[in-house]
């Protein structure tokens, strides 16, 4: 349980840090269209850290439980990997908040030459992980199903945002990749 935390605070710094540093600048944006998509995924993620926790089952472990908590570690990490190399891969033009750069290039290499909302999935990852970590199927379905539909309106928003940024080139990268999910979504 102490890891769980411990990787809970990483997480929660890491993102703190990212609203900080990487938000949209009013005079390098063409196009800025958020439409609340920032808080509400801000505030799904700490209500479903709250609630996710407080139905932690921390009382009953045995073999299966530990592979279990072992799989969501698992999760939790891939999916950091996951996030912090979309970001990465972005460089200058990742922000928190949905905005179209001036000078931004549609990226359609790495990752996102597999699917357009990598850090998304990497997110959705995290969370997932976190909540089979948790050892209780009602953390899973308090932390899952909140997250997946913020990710989903998040995604929404974006992809207006990226169809109104880079019109057709948008539109074309669209019919060659899947949203969130590999060959499913």
């Not at 290039?105 to 996102?112: E, F, M, P, S």
Request: charged share 20%.
């Amino acid at each position: 349980m102490k890891y769980l935390i411990l990787l809970s605070v990483i997480f929660f710094t890491s993102e703190f840090l990212l609203m900080l540093v990487k938000r949209s600048n009013k005079s390098d944006s063409k196009h800025r269209k958020d439409r609340g998509s920032l808080i509400l995924l801000w505030i799904t993620i700490s209500l479903c850290f709250t609630f996710g926790f407080m139905f932690t089952n921390h009382r009953v472990w045995d073999f299966l439980n530990y592979i279990l908590f072992s799989i969501g570690l698992f999760l939790i990490i891939i999916g950091l990997i996951i996030r912090w190399a979309s970001i990465l891969q972005l460089k200058k033009a990742f922000t928190v908040d949905v905005a179209i750069g001036t000078e931004q290039k549609l990226k359609t290499d790495g990752l996102y030459k597999v699917i357009r909302h990598p850090s998304y999935l990497g997110l959705l990852l995290i969370m997932v992980g976190f909540s089979i970590a948790m050892n209780s199927l009602i953390s899973i379905l308090l932390v899952t199903i909140p997250m997946f539909l913020a990710i989903h309106y998040r995604i929404i928003v974006e992809e207006k945002a990226l169809t109104v940024g880079f019109g057709e080139a948008y539109k074309s990268y669209k019919t060659k990749t899947k949203r969130l999910i590999p060959w499913i979504y």
